[in-house]
């Protein structure tokens, strides 16, 4: 198996300078070694999370995390979910040799957290959460002040929110979904949205992530119930 690929003393003078680069962006990646011993970083790139929210990994060439070198890895092996800035990596049985997440192999879904290493074959991949992830880590519900909505506000979040009602990992309803389902046009659902986010703390967030941290955040302090999406 491939070493760790972030191994402390491990890391060359340009690795290391590569490394604190591809942190300052600030997004999520994975870090991982190739066939010559190599540092390589994998990110989510300019994704649309609202419309392609997967990525694939495997040996063959044309997945989006093409591993191509190692034998142990199947042709497709598992895809790499992209959500609010946070990543969940998915293995329902792609692979033949499983996947593999801080030493227990995955069955399924599961959420990755900062620090994170995963074996697919014998290649390790190190997991780095975006920086607005951990920011949003250490919040307490206790730190977001009472949100008030009108009633159209509250309409369009529980449109919004609507894909999560069987629970898991879901994608927030598209603009239009949610003119379709609250009877207004497309610009007074973005209105409404910003005027969300702003309600919400989550202006300073990309603009590719705030639907989503939206919905998370209306969902975990309780302004939108399960019962409200049903």
Not at 12 to 38: I, M, P
Not at 202 to 218: D, V
Request: aromatic share 6%; net charge neutral; proline share 3%.
């Amino acid at each position: 198996m491939n070493d760790d690929p972030l191994a402390r003393h491990s890391l060359s003078a340009t690795e290391l300078k590569e490394l604190l680069s591809v942190e300052r962006a600030g997004e999520a990646f994975l870090a991982f070694r190739d066939e010559q011993g190599g540092l390589r970083f994998f990110t989510a790139g300019d994704r649309d999370e609202a419309t392609d929210p997967t990525s694939t990994v495997g040996r063959r060439p044309e997945t989006d995390l093409s591993l191509a070198w190692d034998s142990e890895v199947s042709g497709l092996h598992a895809e790499l979910h992209h959500l609010g800035g946070e990543w969940a990596i998915v293995d329902d049985g792609l692979s033949t040799n499983g996947t593999y997440v801080n030493g227990q192999r995955i069955s399924g879904r599961k959420r990755l957290r900062d620090g994170d290493r995963i074996r697919v074959g014998r290649t390790v991949l190190a997991y780095k959460a975006a920086q607005a992830a951990l920011v949003q880590e250490t919040v307490s519900a206790g730190d977001l002040p009472a949100v008030e909505l009108t009633d159209s506000q509250r309409r369009v979040l529980i449109a919004l929110c609507r894909p999560f009602r069987e629970g898991g990992f879901a994608t927030p309803a598209t603009n239009q979904q949610i003119a379709d389902e609250v009877f207004l046009g497309v610009d007074a659902v973005k209105m409404h949205l910003r005027a969300l986010f702003g309600k919400f703390q989550l202006g300073a967030l990309p603009q590719n992530q705030k639907r989503a941290r939206l919905a998370e955040r209306a969902l975990r302090y309780g302004v939108i119930s399960h019962r409200d999406l049903s």
